[in-house]
């Protein structure tokens, strides 16, 4: 297993299974000075937090938080940051119930895929590494990323924009940013909302789960961050959106929107606005031309499919028999996991960018030396 | 400028402008032995080449592609790969045409950005780096991929699978090789083709341009590639797919639909088929779970936006003034280049798989000696 | 802070200071279906412990390792590995003894590197990360490649083949093996040991400290594992043991000495030995030529510095008032590390071996499809 | 192969064999705006071509060098730049000679590592990959690297300081400066370097070659540059110097001969100098501690063994028929590569130094933001 590390100059590291001792990040890049604390980067981490929402896995996990590294008097030292969650909700009777079923692949896991790659010595307990519960290390690194980023003059969002079908009305940054969390489907737009929720009750009441589609805008980027070609912010973005367990797609501003456009509709005009600045007319390239930001918003969304885990009867194989076999509903699960992964969604995007931030900073350093217009 | 390799066994790193003196790839990672010839490669070149039909450009290069480094005999020697293919369409009085317009923002391209990041030194000519022209390379590297992946019963079939609304109907694999390459849109399905090219060709008269949406899809890929979290198979797919400039958008298998589906719609349901292998009913998952292949085939989509160059005037900033500008018709453009995208976004799609290929194999050949169940 | 994870497919990522909660590695790459302890890794740990010893540190650490991710019912799972280790011995009066000198540069230690750096973010207290303290989480990843590497049938030796001015008689592997961790200075020739410890003690005496020479044996590296051009075998050998505080030499096979041979006597004359393999009459290369393993013993130095830490007062200065000062005596510290580094250099050349074998694995795997021949 | 990519944000790959049609170089990293032109580069190929001096091999390759992408009007675009060199000298003649001994191992030389690795596709041609002739990518890249590094107050010199046991004086960075490149050997005491050439000629009188020292050394590094841990500035350049095909050995500042010190002897103390800086009164550290520049000159030095092609006869096994074998004398060689590889050496430091300076400006960019003390 190789790819427990993202990032170039912010590198996020991670290891730690749902049913193992613990969960552990280790964080390269941050810059020495930074003023954090364990409280901090818990506020995010609750927000991702299962059992607190009807729409929530019945999981309870009290994701305490704590930087044992890096961190001396409250500031960081320059040293790599530790981050340690250890697991609490791990009871006899759960980890009986995953053995109970280790050789039968749960439909929509990655159980199939685990022991074709690691034989029998994959882990059956609640998923291992390919848990939801992974991404809890994904939120506190994206909190350390949230506070320099918030240093830089950068602020990340998230919201529900679309849940089987119900959408919210277009938002603007600042409009999600005055309904942010409000609801348990954290949907910006709170009458959409309502419906969500409604629907994603009935459906639990079906014993299944529910779909939806994840918007994050970041405001305050500056113009010029991304590497052409192979390394573009939207290529690194999708990169880190993709990455987490349940995005089954990823698009910028207009997204899939520009295959029935004309050029002449999806064209971003720009103009020199009152301050004198270019500023674009419309953002369809969601903030990002040729792979660099140019100063707008950036809008991306991720599509998320319902939670593979429901209280219905399924049909399966089973791995030791290799024969067809039936898996019985399962209790212990969330309706929706969108909510959940706004937090997730707005972590990888605020890496992503200080990451890029970071890279950029260093040639420009070079550059500005060597001439004085940039 | 620092994105310009990708991968981490089978590594491509490329440079060249559009209007420079030539394209290059540096291949790191060939195997030693592989059959193969400045012919081959220069086949799936041809496939992207403008000026072969009414729906592309009509900028003339022949993209003669030449293996200099890396070959003896006509096999790899396991030396880095070096391909060069020369720039020859670059007359004087298309340079002029861009230095003429080069303080103008050409609206859906890259200047602004570049601006921003680079200051005046940026490339004005042909968009120099953010040209499409870059992609040669990618087709060029994965020319090589589809060599190698040959070798390992892996194919990898691309097509245009929906054209300003047009959509072809639902293809299978061994479909769209029955009908590859066959038309100027290359969509496998013939009737949505003919569709597509006559609303093409409305909207070309009318100087404008049209988006799509290409198609991938991998056979014979087998189960167990991708790297659980960060690295996953779709994760870095994604990232090669969102790094060709004209893309906004990458889903697998049903995409951006799940957010519609409610679980036990979307759950793809495993069984042992006749030859007593898992097997999965549905593939809604795009042959990836949890980030590893699960053996079926590996299904993904990209909306391409329409040509950034129209024929119709537009409004514009002047970024040597600072003033609103006015940017003329241009006549030297693709009315789409939904079609020859296809070529690319299959060589990226290529270059990722081999390189999560070659990765897996250096753990399998390690963990298979430790114990002989795998 | 980047330089915290270290190689390609078999990657070590670590943090933790002196003087922090706890040490901790993940490693990322280790194949599924290893049988490993905590027992296992911690064996290689007592071998670098400090406070064992009269040529030690009377630190009193435990060292106490535990695998808390990555492993299920004692075999590895596929997962990153997380090791952690608690730091015990940091009682106040320590802590208090680093805060009062915490402005003065302590000559030969990375104080003013780290100030400079970090500014006064820097952590003060027992030198942070860049104590000796962090190459436990070297051994302790260096036991998980130990343990992989043996089932390869590569074993990995080293000893202290020279203190102050006094060496060791020229060793085999199997002289090596033989007298293996021994005696207090890990000097696999008795009588050199003996000589060694008296002039180190006497050093001690004086309050002064004293270094020394590592030499690491590998033995059963097949022939072809390195990279050739910048990824050397051993140039990567030679960036992870030049990467261990106190080491200031690297050389391999017949080192410095090279450069006052001819080529005639520098030269491995290669023969068919008794069992028809290409084998080497001498091992002047120390087992590579080109970068790339052939076969023989790899052979590898480093040059250890003295324990920059004396009980003896020095001039220095203060960074709070920018003037000069003095620095009295530390009483608690290592009269030589050159024993304990031996640990730490093998585990640098296990690490690195193993992350060359995968990949080589990697490549090879693909190669063979092709060809029958390798 | 895997290893023809170095650095981080500053990153050079190469391709190209001793007999290809070409060496091609892609620098990725290099900032916009530098004014940089073929004949610059150039001027630091021609320190390192062949058949300049009765030392050298008589091989007469001009070495020509241009660069033909990332240039706009002589100022690099931020786009990689790409550097081609033809080679000119492969006559038929010339690989005739390569082939009728392909299947020969010649001692010293990399053919049996390659055959072992790469079959019988491994290039026998001039060694392929493995030739010297590689090394001119790594001068043609370190001739931007030294550019830019100019622009930043940063000199990088090296010197041959001993060949056959015949040492240089001590000498400061002036006094390499004022000798630098004067005579054949690169030796920057004059009368040294009469006597080593003097050695050297009568070693090549007797048909074989001569191993040598050459140390670098570079002054206006700013303290500050280097991550701790893995990736110390100490431990990347020995990373790239080792690289160097016929390096055996590095070692900083006092290097190897640390292990004869006692710490209070190898300490280098620091003080408050006139300008109220802080300075070291010695520099046993070779300018580097815990692995980060500490602003005095940065000074290392590899052994480099003697030219492996020699003009007496050997024995050898021939790789076809596995039996013993005998290598007739080669004529077309250099007596000695210590001079020709101090431009490499150069390099690779200036190349290294580069990459953490732009790291490093990455991080302090965002740290100085937050806190105004650095």
């Given at each position: 297993m190789l790819g427990n590390t993202i990032g170039r100059m912010f590198r996020v590291t991670a290891c730690g299974e749902s049913y193992g001792d613990a969960l552990v990040a280790i964080i390269d890049g941050c810059p020495a000075g930074l003023e954090i604390s364990d409280v901090e980067v818990q506020k995010e981490l609750d927000a991702r937090r299962p059992g607190t929402s009807p729409l929530d896995s019945p999981r309870q996990e009290t994701d305490q938080v704590h930087i044992f590294a890096g961190l001396r008097n409250g500031f960081t030292t320059g040293a790599p940051l530790g981050l340690i969650i250890y697991n609490v909700d791990r009871h006899d009777i759960h980890v009986k119930q995953y053995f109970d079923v280790k050789?039968?692949?749960?439909?929509?896991?990655?159980e199939y895929t685990y022991m074709i790659k690691?034989?029998?010595?994959?882990?059956?307990c609640g998923a291992g590494r390919a848990s939801g519960r992974e991404t809890c290390m994904r939120v506190a690194a994206g909190a350390v990323a949230k506070k320099i980023l918030a240093g830089q003059g950068i602020e990340v969002l998230g919201h529900t924009c679309e849940c089987m079908g119900i959408k919210s009305k277009p938002l603007t940054f600042d409009e999600v940013k005055a309904h942010y969390r409000k609801n348990h489907i954290n949907c910006a737009d709170p009458e959409a909302a309502e419906k969500m929720i409604a629907r994603v009750m009935e459906i639990k009441d079906e014993g299944d789960t529910a779909g939806g589609v994840v918007e994050v805008i970041a405001r305050g980027v500056p113009a010029g961050l991304g590497e052409p070609v192979f390394d573009k912010l939207n290529a690194t973005i999708a990169h880190g959106l993709m990455s987490i367990g349940a995005v089954r797609g990823v698009e910028f501003g207009a997204g899939f929107g520009v295959s029935k456009m004309k050029g002449s509709e999806c064209n971003d005009i720009p103009h020199i606005d009152d301050n004198g600045k270019v500023r674009f007319k419309t953002n369809k390239a969601g903030g990002i031309e040729g792979g660099i930001s140019n100063g707008e918003d950036i809008i991306v969304r991720v599509a998320v499919k319902p939670?593979?885990?429901?209280?219905i009867d399924q049909d399966t194989v089973n791995m030791a028999t290799m024969k067809n076999d039936r898996l019985s509903a399962i209790?212990?699960?969330?309706?929706?996991i969108t909510a959940r992964l706004v937090a997730v969604a707005e972590s990888m995007v605020r890496i992503t960018i200080l990451d890029h931030l970071m890279m950029w900073r260093g040639y420009d350093a070079i550059q500005t030396f060597e001439h004085p217009w940039t």
């Open positions: 050789d039968l692949v749960r439909p929509g896991h990655a690691y034989g029998n010595y994959a882990d059956w939670t593979a885990t429901i209280s209790t212990r699960r969330d309706p929706t």
